[in-house]
Nanobody, 124 residues
Framework: QVQLVESGGGLVQAGGSLRLSCAAS????????MGWFRQAPGKEREFVAT????????FYADSVKGRFTISRGYAKNAVDLQMNSPKPEDTAVYYC?????????????????WGKGTLVTVSS
C-alpha cells in the first residue's frame, strides 16, 4: 500500500521558519511529481506548491511565493517544504501529495495520492 508520511509540523511564531518533510513508502515515487496542499479550519483544501520528478520545475500559489520553497528530498521519493516568514493565515493542516504532472497538481483532481496531513500553527 502506497503511503505518504508527513513530518515537521508544529507551532511556529510569525516571521520564523519551519520545514515540512514528506516521504513516500515506495521508490517509484521518484518518478512522480510531488507537492503540498493545505486546509485551514472551515475552508477548502488549497494548492501550496508542486515540484516535478526531476526537481527542475516548481509551481507556487501566489500566497506563498517568495516565502516558501519546495524541494525534492535526497532520496527523490521525498519532498520538503521550507516555510520562511510564515504568517498566522498560513495556519492549516498541510497535506503531502503525489501525482503524474506537477502542472496539473495545482488542483486537487490532479493528485493521485494524499498523505494524512500535519498541523502547522503560526502564532502572531
Amino acid at each position: 500500500q502506497v503511503q505518504l508520511v508527513e513530518s515537521g509540523g508544529g507551532l511556529v511564531q510569525a516571521g520564523g521558519s519551519l520545514r515540512l518533510s514528506c516521504a513516500a513508502s515506495v521508490s517509484t515515487f521518484s518518478t512522480s511529481a510531488m507537492g503540498w496542499f493545505r486546509q485551514a479550519p472551515g475552508k477548502e483544501r488549497e494548492f501550496v506548491a508542486t515540484i516535478t520528478s526531476s526537481g527542475g520545475s516548481t509551481f507556487y500559489a501566489d500566497s506563498v511565493k517568495g516565502r516558501f520553497t519546495i524541494s525534492r528530498g535526497y532520496a527523490k521519493n521525498a519532498v520538503d517544504l521550507q516555510m520562511n516568514s510564515p504568517k498566522p493565515e498560513d495556519t492549516a493542516v498541510y497535506y503531502c501529495a503525489a501525482g503524474r504532472f506537477a502542472a496539473t497538481m495545482t488542483v486537487a483532481r490532479g493528485v493521485n495520492y494524499w498523505g494524512k496531513g500535519t498541523l502547522v500553527t503560526v502564532s502572531s
